[in-house]
């Protein structure tokens, strides 16, 4: 794998990757009005149907924004880790703020990528920078691994190859 040709990131960008490993977003999606209100710190939501959950399942949780399209209480990708009655399941997150009972939430469920090892990785130059001193992708920069495995498929920034097995060179 190499950085080399590879675009710059932006000043202080701190999402800016070289490796990008992405699980499968499945088309398995719930919403409902919560219909009673979850406390502040609370980590059991209620739902339109508890079977529609796994005890060990990933979902992306997002409830409705009340102003602005990105101003939302609660967007995360969440483990479901208990089922606690027909309605109501608890997850491995606590709320920071009291959702009202007019709320509605989305649940969509993700299988995440899982047991990724890069082994051998190994940085051979330094990225260029206009900062004297510094590099500009400390992390980012020449580097060659020798073996990527996964449970799930996973995609690899601008060195991948179809398939999701990450291409390697040196």
Not at 23 to 33: F, L
Not at 108 to 137: C, I, M
Not at 152 to 169: I, N, Q, V, Y
């Amino acid at each position: 794998m190499t950085t080399v040709g590879i675009e710059n990131a932006g000043k202080d960008d701190p999402f800016a990757a070289v490796m990008f490993f992405r699980g499968e977003v499945t088309d398995s999606v719930q919403e409902a009005k919560l219909g009673e209100v979850v406390p502040d710190l609370g980590d059991i939501f209620p739902v339109a149907d508890s079977s529609f959950f796994a005890v060990g399942d990933w979902y992306a949780a997002e409830v409705n924004a009340l102003s602005g399209r990105w101003e939302r209480e609660l967007q995360r990708m969440v483990q479901v880790t208990q089922i606690v009655d027909g309605t109501h399941i608890r997850i491995n997150y606590k709320n920071g703020w009291p959702l009202g009972k007019d709320r509605t939430m989305t649940w969509r469920r993700v299988v995440p990528v899982q047991d990724v090892t890069v082994s051998n990785l190994k940085f051979l130059g330094t990225a260029p920078t206009s900062t004297p001193g510094r590099t500009r992708w400390p992390s980012s920069m020449r580097c060659a691994a020798t073996s990527t495995t996964s449970t799930a498929p996973a995609r690899s920034g601008r060195s991948s190859s179809a398939g999701g097995t990450p291409t390697t060179r040196p």
